[in-house]
């Protein structure tokens, strides 16, 4: 890191070493002030923190409870060039980075600081470091959200000249502006020019705070569609986090975009510190929320150290180099979202672009990002559409699960309750359960194309670590979200059958039901569940009475969307649950299509829990999935039914044809029968021989 230097803080204990300090001449790189930076002696009362920001989120420790983890395990060489309020010169600059070339164990050099000024002194230094050490750089694309080259950053455009110019039309080749000597750049394949992407949470000029920015990207001054639902929508509106931060300097020269807004990372701790203003870190807790293209960096900086870790896997040989590594950052990136306003004439500051002056705009943004309708003459500077977005789980050929733990007799969060994803076994990603608001579990960092076995564990809910299902990760997903890893448990002592499926795009409501056994009441049988219309209906059930067994939690009536129902059965004695007491006895689980579409458009898993582990699963499979006749999803005669099997005494069954063939993914269908001999509530086919082992 050429920064300010590093303070010492207890997420970064193991991960600093000590550089050099350029500024004052030292061999102490700590962040702070003048007095320090010059004598190396004493203590001031002002520390300037910016190096020790992006040190945290290169590598913060992780699994500390406190704070960040940061993106990689990298080791921090801290190298001064820069004083308490930020500044420096091109000498110091210039010296530091040929002092990180000159050891061996650097990698990349990270750089979040820029001048408008092109300084040939660290054109040369970087051309030293990276064509004859074979680093890579990272550098600030600058924060006065303009197209203007910012240096270092601009060089990693190939078209930007070594001395600061650039060529308009990309025939012509760099060249002195008063000599006509050759200017190449030769370090653009060795440097990455990053700016900053919005946050999740951004409120700037999102006016109506409904988390996405509106570009009237026809011109037309109005706002047509504002409903999310409808997919013209997304022709004007953008997420936050897929558009520039107001400040981000832009342009074709930038080659990769990353987090800039509202980034929480490391400050220094024990003294007061300049951020440009006093009041920083105020509960002193040694973390604050910073922005800033320089806290872009050290997130592409932190990415490179990861790719670089494992660059022998990822291109198939130990020969690999900085344009293997910064190839793979691009090339792996997202694709911009680049619209404007069709009105904008030129560009200059974000808040700026006024009605008289740089052209009107009617949205709330002017752009998201910028595309080549804001061009000079023959070359499009402005034009970001070969800019990428960080992605580094696309970069390192990894995913992320999300996984989603409940309890199941309420649908609230089972906190406590852990989730793995194991390859044989060892333990690939593991997540731990600490909120009563949130049923998310991330496993990161899984490699891609392998299947996982997914196993959970919590006390009083499951005997043990318990095997729940099978997750394949593909090859082309950056992070997924699925129906076997959205798992609810619950508790020991009964016998419990769960439905869980991931809603996506967006909230729908699926129904739980059992039908009893015929010999359990006078009425021979009945149905437990949520308000259905047949004279069978009995209501939610109890355990402490016949029928034994309770419907237990509407995912849709509390609006907790937290997909999710389940049916708990009262066990008798020796484990052999009440009333199953002949042949044709059973409890038949059914699934029901609240929403039309809603059974065909969610993935559904089953789970027959007994003794704190998973005695069946049933997938809902493809074959369900169809929409009727008619072939129109929501019609009448789509599927509204599904049906994973039924419980005879302990056995879990599977449903059978009149031929023989087992339906391993439940039967479905859209009425009160089915084609393969059985009715409504089903009884079992005279002469059918009942399996002998579930």
């Known amino acids: 890191i050429l920064d300010t230097g590093v303070s010492p803080h207890q997420a970064l204990s193991t991960h600093l070493l000590q550089g050099y300090n350029f500024v004052g001449g030292s061999a102490s790189t700590l962040d702070i002030a003048m007095g320090l930076d010059h004598n190396g002696n004493g203590l001031t009362d002002e520390l ?56 061996t164990a650097v990698k990349v050099l990270s750089m979040s600081f820029g001048s408008y000024a092109a300084s040939e002194y660290i054109y040369d230094a970087l051309e030293y470091a990276i064509l004859g050490k074979g680093k890579l750089a990272v550098a600030a694309a600058g924060n006065a959200s303009t197209f203007q080259l910012k240096f270092p950053a601009a060089w990693g455009g190939d078209f ?31 440097l990455i020019s990053v700016g900053a992407s919005r946050s999740y949470w951004s409120t700037a000029y999102d006016t109506n705070g409904d988390g996405y920015l509106w570009v009237d990207v026809n011109g037309d001054g109005v706002q047509n569609v504002t409903d999310p639902n409808n997919p013209a929508f997304w022709d004007e509106h953008f997420s936050n986090w897929q558009c520039s931060a107001s400040f981000s300097n832009i342009g074709a020269w930038v080659n990769i975009v990353a987090p800039g807004e509202n980034v929480l990372s490391t400050v220094p701790v024990s003294y007061p510190f300049h951020e440009g203003q006093w009041g920083a870190d105020p509960d002193g807790d040694g973390y604050d929320y ?55 004439a030129s560009l200059g500051t974000y808040g700026e672009i006024i009605d008289g002056y740089y052209g009107s705009y009617s949205g709330e943004a002017p752009y998201c990002w910028p595309d080549a309708t804001l061009n000079p003459p023959n070359y499009p500077l402005n034009d970001m559409s070969n800019t990428r977005m960080l992605s580094l789980a696309d970069a390192m050929d990894r995913t992320s699960v999300y996984a989603y733990l409940y309890n199941a007799t309420n649908g609230l969060p089972l906190r406590g309750a852990t989730i793995g994803a194991y390859a044989g076994p060892t333990v690939a990603s593991a997540g731990f359960l600490n909120s009563n608001t949130s049923s998310i579990v991330v496993l990161p960092n899984l490699p891609r194309g392998k299947t996982y076995d997914i196993k959970v564990n919590k006390t009083g809910f499951t005997t043990g670590v318990q095997a729940v ?30 439905i869980d499926w991931v809603v996506y795009p967006g909230p729908s409501e699926l129904d739980f039901y059992v039908w009893m056994p015929e010999t359990s009441n006078p009425s021979h049988g009945g149905v437990i569940g ?151 509530p089903y009884t079992i086919v005279p002469g059918t021989k009942l399996p002998t082992k579930p």
Request: glycine letters at 10%; one cysteine or more; hydrophobic letters at 35%.
């Open 48 to 103: 300037v923190g910016h190096g020790t920001m992006m040190a945290g989120i290169i590598a913060a420790k992780a699994n500390n409870k406190v704070g960040i983890a940061g993106i990689s395990n990298a080791k921090i060489l801290a190298v001064k060039v820069m004083n308490s309020e930020g500044t420096g010169d091109s000498w110091d600059i210039g010296y530091g980075i040929r002092f990180c070339a000159d050891n």
């Open 160 to 190: 930007v000249c070594s001395d600061g110019s650039y060529y308009l039309n990309p025939n012509t080749k760099c060249r002195q502006p008063y000599t006509n000597d050759p200017a190449p750049n030769r370090i653009a394949p060795g």
């Open 290 to 344: 910073w922005n800033g293209t320089s806290l872009s960096v050290p997130f592409v900086t932190g990415a490179a150290a990861r790719v670089w870790s494992i660059g022998s896997k990822l291109f198939g040989s130990a020969a690999f180099t900085y344009m293997d590594v910064k190839n793979q950052l691009l090339s792996n990136g997202y694709s911009l979202a680049t619209a404007m306003d069709p009105h904008i």
């Open 469 to 498: 299902a099978q997750l394949y990760v593909p090859t082309d997903y950056s992070y997924i979200s699925s129906a076997n890893v959205s798992v609810s448990i619950p508790p020991m002592g009964k016998i419990d059958g769960v």
């Open 530 to 680: 949520y308000a259905l219309d047949t004279p069978s209906y009995i209501g939610e059930g109890r355990l402490l009475a016949w029928p034994y067994a309770r419907w237990n939690h509407d995912s849709y009536s509390l609006q907790d969307w937290s997909s999710t129902e389940s049916i708990t059965i009262m066990p008798k004695s020796g484990a052999t649950p009440y009333y199953n007491l002949t042949n044709t006895d059973f409890y038949d689980f059914l699934v029901h299509d609240y929403d039309p579409g809603a059974l065909n458009n969610n993935e559904i898993y089953f789970r027959l829990w007994n003794g704190g582990k998973v005695t069946a699963t049933v997938h809902k499979t493809d074959w369900c999935d169809t929409d009727g006749p008619n072939n129109i999803l929501g019609d009448a005669d789509d599927e509204r039914w599904w049906e994973p099997g039924y419980l005879w005494r302990d056995k879990f069954v599977l449903w059978r044809d009149m031929s023989g063939v087992t339906y391993y993914g439940g039967i479905c269908g859209t009425a009160a029968t089915y084609g393969n001999g059985g009715q409504w």
